[in-house]
Every structure is written in C-alpha cells, then in structure tokens.
C-alpha cells in the first residue's frame, strides 16, 4: 500500500493540473496525498479532486508515499528536500517540477538519503493564470518534459518517472542539468525577462492611457508572461543567473542589429522579416524529434508506475532517445517557400 | 445600386475576414466586389464567400462602388490611392485596415480627388497566419479598430466606417494619426520587433537544436508574430520608422534595469516581478474604457451602413467619445492584492 501513494508538496497550477491527470486515470491503484504551505490552496485542490487528502504536514504527506512530486518554486524545493528526508520511506522515488535544474539536482543529493531515489523533471508547460484553480488535466499533453535523473538514481526510479511523464501525457526528455539550464534560459527565461521588460516599458510610459487602448492580441500574448508568480519567477532568475543575463546582454545585441536593419531601408528590413518568418515555419512544420526509447528496452506504453524501466542512466538514455538531426525533413525547404511565395534567390 | 457596393482591395487574412464578416450579415443589401495584386488569394477568397465577385483590375473593382476597403500591406496601399482616382464615383468612401496611419493619411489627401471622403482605419487584431485561408468572420469581434478620419471627410463617411467597423464586431477608437502611430509603436511594433528578435536570436545560437527541443508555450506565444507577413512588416518599419527606433532604444535600456536588479538579488528581482504582475492584472481586470458616443448623437447600432452618421469630425468624436480617464474601477487595489496575496506594504 505504501508504494501506491503519491505525494504532491505544492498544490497551484503544475501541482494541481497533475493531480488532476493522475486522479482521473482508469482503474488506478493508488492514493494521491496533497500538501501546500497555503492550506487554502490544498483544500481547493482537494475540492477540484487534484487530490484525494489534504494534509497539514510535509512529514504527514510524504510518509509512506511511493513517488513524490515536489512542486513548488525552486527555493521552496530547497527547503523541503532538507525537510523531508528523515520521513521518507526507503525506496521512495522523489522528482520536481522546478523550473531550473543543477540547484535542486545539487540540493537532492546533499539533503536525501541514499536510500531513495531522485530524478529532477521539468514540464516545458504553463499558463498565464497561477492557483490550483487554474489547473487541468491536460496540461501537459504533448509538451516537452525534462527529466534530469541523478547519478544515483535507480532505473525503477527512472522508469516510474517516464512513466508519471507518460500518464501525463508528455514526451520526456532526457537532458543534462546544466545544459537544461542554458537552454531554459533561453526559449523560457529569457521570454519571460522580455514579457515583463515589455509590460513595464510601456505600462510607465507617459503616453500609456491613450497606448493601452490600442492594445491588442500581439501586446496581450508577448506580456502573457509576466502575470505569471512572482515567487517563482525570482526562484528562476536567482537559480539561473548567470545564464539569464548573458542571453539579456545577446539580445540587446540583437535589438541593435534589428535596429540597424531598419536604417539601413526597405531591402534589409524585408530581408531580416522575410528569413525569421521563412526559419519560424521551418521550426513549426519541422518540430524536433524527440524519439522514445524504442526496442526491446521500451517500456510498456500503457502504465509504467512500479514497472522497472529497463534502460541505462542518463547518457545512455540521451544517446538512445534524443536522436533528431537524422529524422528526414517532414516539409522540405522548396516546398515551404512555394508556401511562403519566396524566390530561390530571395534566402 | 452603385451606393450598394464595397470593393475590398487586397483579400488576405484582414481584407478576406472582412468580406466573411460583411457577406454573413443578414438581409445585407450590397454586393462585395474584391481584387488581389496575387489573384490566386482573391480566387481563394471568392472561393469561401469573402467576396461575390473577383476582378482583376483596380478600375473594374472600385467603379460603382460606395465603399472602398483597403487591405493591403502600407506601401501597397500608397500605390492604389495613387492609381484610384480617376475610377472612384463621386461620394465614394475610401477607408483602409493598415498598422501604420500618419504616411496613408498624407497619401489619401494627396492623390485622392475632393469628391470623394477618406477616413482610415486600423483593426487591433491579427492572427499567425496570414492570406485568404486563415480568414475568420469573427476576427475583429471586441477588437478596438483606430479611426482616424481626414479633416476633409464629411459626416456622412465617418458614418460608414463607424457603421463598418460595428458591423465586424469592433469597438471604433477616434485617434489623431501621429498619436497613433506613436502608441502603436510601443503596443504592436515593437513586440513585432521582439518577437523576431527573439527567434532570430535562439535560432542563430550554438545550442538551436538542443534548446529547440525545449521550446514551450512561451516561446511559441513569444515568438508568434515573427511568423508575420514580411510585406506587411517591412512596410509598418518603413512608414513608422522613428517611433520603432525609439521604442528599440527604450527596450534596451529597460532589459538593462532588469539585468540590474536581478544583479542586485532576490528582494529587488522579487519587487521587479511581483509590481509587474500586480500592474498587468490590474490592466487586465481594468482594460480602458471606450465609451461609444452616447446621446441623440450616436448612430443607431443596427446598420449604420449609408446612413449619416450625426456628430462632428475628429476632435468633438475624441472628445465625447475616447472618455475612459473617469470611469470607476471595476476591481479595486485593496481587491487585487488580495487576490494575488499581496501584503499593503508590499507595492
């Protein structure tokens, strides 16, 4: 019974919205146990059946638990891995849902016992309203899913968190932590800086009364971001720095290009357009691949809670799964500038 | 019947979501009459019931017609009010959709005979997508539609587009066309110019294939309106080029502020991100007011398409009807610091 109780440390939106996913799955056999140190949070994710019980104590939620899913902002993740481990049951698996990886993967293996297992995770997936009132069940599908397991780890643990991955519908990435970093910073930090730096701009603008009512969808969408909460948001700059600044300082840079582009006249200007817009559809008709682990050494796509996920630790799993630059092209070069009414001479 | 008759140049996504809107109206008593330079896009349009009829010169399509649509990208429209002239009836209204208003505005007084009335306009709406296919009937619903009539159009005109423009759905805004174009500089161009510059940034990077695969939501959401049509863009550079440039140079300077608290640590990056998301709710919960004219004056709602429309010109319209600085706020502060847990002390 033990191993069929989840654990959730954190109840807003990504807590919840698994919750919500594990909770309505077929024939399930275990129990889902929530905690939030905003009990008012928990009880609503215990009304919406995020969870089954509310608990008070994060050594009342996580004892006897088979899996549990910190999800919290990142330094509130610290905390509860020095809190935890004493009430931890042995063989337990442990992951989050931060949203920067080498700190909390440094944290697990400084404050866990060596008797449970952690493999950090981070859901590629949001939505601009925070609370488990916002949560739901498919949050997460199709979405990109990082999973950085520690060196430690057991292939069961491995293997039970692609399949928590799976049940939510997501496709799971392997990834080193400190690369996961880097890139986060850029295709989710870095957005995130330039919501706000936007919404700021030109919400202190003198003109901003008269601006605001020419608002539309395209201000709407680029400031999406910056509603997002703000504990977690500075959790990602403090844990991720360095990197965030280095992208800021590139893309002052690239504003400077772009600006010269516009002095420069009409033909540099539709060219810098043209191209991005030309790359942009390339991206979203080209998705990178992202291939499951296929062979004899595949999980069972079905439930792979409890199963043993037969596969080595992370390079192996990085080696075998992340595979992409060999996938043929799903729409080629000639035919997507057909689409886009580009000359052959014109890129 | 001339009077009966609206030309749509230029069926793409806005001209073509135009003429659904326009054809959908019921008992409608006009005929649509559309031209493309790309007849191929005026042939898709006639094809799903944008326009009843596709002709292939600009004399065939404006000639008979009471109301004339541009819907071309900026440059594109220079050149048909430069062509137009001598094929327009007396009385015609000519009105436009494009993102910038102070050059059109010159152009329509330059080239446009004195028997017929101008008055632009601009849809705060838009889509990914652009051309015929991605056409919508419901794209301007709720959107504000800028109108900026010239000081020579008559009552009668202003009231067509008023007409128009809530026959799509829109909420018309009264704007003097530098103001415009200032204003739509901070809220539309320059996120036009971040998103490219975000894409082009992380597409150009070292780490593309790696940190494509961790892509989100927010970077999709970020980066969408660099999928925009170049033409169009190019051309709003082009013709609001010194309010871009401004906009750039403040964006820069304001990435650097942030880059500064972030420096400085966790209560200044907490303050950064929590007054940023308290101002964007409040703008959200609080969107300004567009009051439309009220009184013996306004127009009946139900059809205002060739009917006069009874008000004076620009400055008595902004004035009676841009009024928002008055009205009481629908969530309070005190309400919305609740709401996002803030303590008074806080902000």
Known sequence: MAQSRISILGTGLIGSSVGLALAARPNRQYDIVGADR??????TAKKLGAIDRE???????????????IATPVMAARHILQEIGPYLT???????????????????????????????GHPMAGKE?????????????????????????????VGV??????????????????????YAAAVSHLPLVMSVALFRLVRDSHGWEDASLLAGSGFKDLTRLASGDPTMSRDIMMTNREAVL????????ELGTIADALKLGHEPTYDLFQSTQFDREHFLLNPPLRRRPDGPEAPSAQDAFG???????YDKLKETTNKFGAAPSRVNDAELKRKLGVRDDDL
Chains 1, 2 share one sequence.
């Open 38 to 43: 905003d009990r008012s949070n928990a009880r």
């Open 55 to 69: 608990v008070g104590s994060l050594e009342e939620s996580v004892s006897g638990a088979g899996l549990v899913i």
């Open 90 to 120: 042995a063989g337990a698996v442990v992951t989050d849902v931060c949203s920067t990886k080498a700190d909390i993967m440094r944290w697990a293996e400084e404050y866990l016992p060596d008797t449970v297992s952690f493999v950090g």
């Open 129 to 157: 309203q925070s609370g488990p009132a916002a949560a739901v069940a498919d949050l997460f599908k199709n979405a990109t899913w990082a999973i950085t397991p520690s060196p430690k780890a057991d292939e069961r643990a």
């Open 161 to 182: 968190v692609l399949g928590l991955v799976e049940a939510l519908g997501a496709t799971p990435l392997y990834i080193d932590p400190a690369e996961h970093d880097q």
């Open 246 to 253: 280095h992208w800021i300082n590139r893309l002052q840079t």
């Open 307 to 313: 199963r043993l996920f037969v596969g080595g630790l």
